[in-house]
């Protein structure tokens, strides 16, 4: 079987700018599960994918005070087990393959309307609108077998500048943000290939209503286009002009740890993108005075 996992622009993660007091360090444990067709390079002769992926994270953040302004920083190391039956030359094969997915680190800063504020400030705030920026790098440090079509790791790095913005009215707060991805090239491409791709221009947005208590839940959707890619040179036609939808609910447990669940499936576009994601996530956090 034959199968290159892809995850274009495809984030949903509503409240990434909202201000969170200094100095508090968040550790995530988390599992999602997906399943349905997966994106397939139009250079392999690959018909029919479907696929079950399993998959569970770990992550580290933290709150910091940049000139005065909230900033956050974290690192994702994700991993995955997959299982999935594909079409390869009017061949029906399947595979199963398991391994890290690519580590991803993330930094975002608020320029305006989110000053770096302790805990104790942090219970006079109140939020108006807020605008920030994040930049996001993957590092090639997933599974990867160039002799392989059944890739977890992209064997590149990637780098994504967003900016976006959030404006609460009330109990209920929109989310808006814009970014474009951009790639390195994979020079290991299947069978020593070289395999590059245009930048993914991707547009997210969320409404979020806090309940209290702690408690929130978001509507989330995305769209994002581009990406075409060329091996050796030769244009492939898979130009992303995709489109998911999705949900969030937070549920506190204590002082110190919350639940999130999650949900996405695909809206439209082009094949590869027909999948659902469900998942889970625990979070505990500590220090800066909590």
Do not use: C
């Not at 002799?147 to 790791?153: A, D, M």
């Amino acid at each position: 079987m034959a199968v290159s996992l892809s995850a274009q622009g495809q984030d949903l993660e509503p409240r990434t700018y909202a201000n969170t007091p200094v100095g508090l360090n968040f550790l995530v444990a988390g599992y999602g599960y997906t399943a349905g067709g997966v994106a397939t390079d139009p250079a392999l002769p690959i018909e029919n994918t479907q696929i079950e992926l399993h998959s569970g994270v770990l992550a580290y953040a933290r709150a910091v005070d940049v000139y005065g302004k909230s900033a956050k920083f974290d690192m994702v190391l994700p991993y995955a087990s997959l299982q999935g039956s594909a079409t390869v030359v009017d061949q029906e094969r399947d595979r199963e393959v398991s391994g890290l997915i690519d580590p991803r680190f993330h930094f975002s800063m608020n320029f305006f309307g989110a000053p770096a504020l302790t805990l104790e400030e942090f219970a006079k705030y109140e939020q108006d609108t807020i605008i920030g920026a994040t930049i996001e790098v993957t590092a090639p440090g997933g599974q990867y077998d160039s002799g392989k079509l059944v890739n977890l790791g992209t064997n590149r790095w990637s780098i994504k500048p967003e900016l976006g913005v959030s404006k609460r009215m009330g109990p209920v707060t929109l989310e808006l943000a814009s970014g474009i991805r951009f790639y390195t090239d994979n020079e290991n491409f299947f069978g020593g290939k070289l395999r590059s791709q245009d930048p993914v221009y991707s547009v997210q947005g969320h409404l979020i209503f806090n309940f209290g208590y702690g408690i929130w839940a978001a509507a989330d959707a995305t769209f994002y286009t581009g990406g075409q890619s060329r091996v050796d040179g030769h244009k492939n036609d898979d130009s992303l002009e995709n489109s998911r939808a999705g949900a969030t609910l937070a549920l506190p447990v204590n002082r110190a740890n919350s639940i999130k669940l999650y949900y996405s499936t695909a809206i439209s576009g082009r094949r590869g993108s027909d999948f659902d994601t469900t998942g889970i996530a625990w979070q505990y956090r500590f220090g800066g005075g909590l």
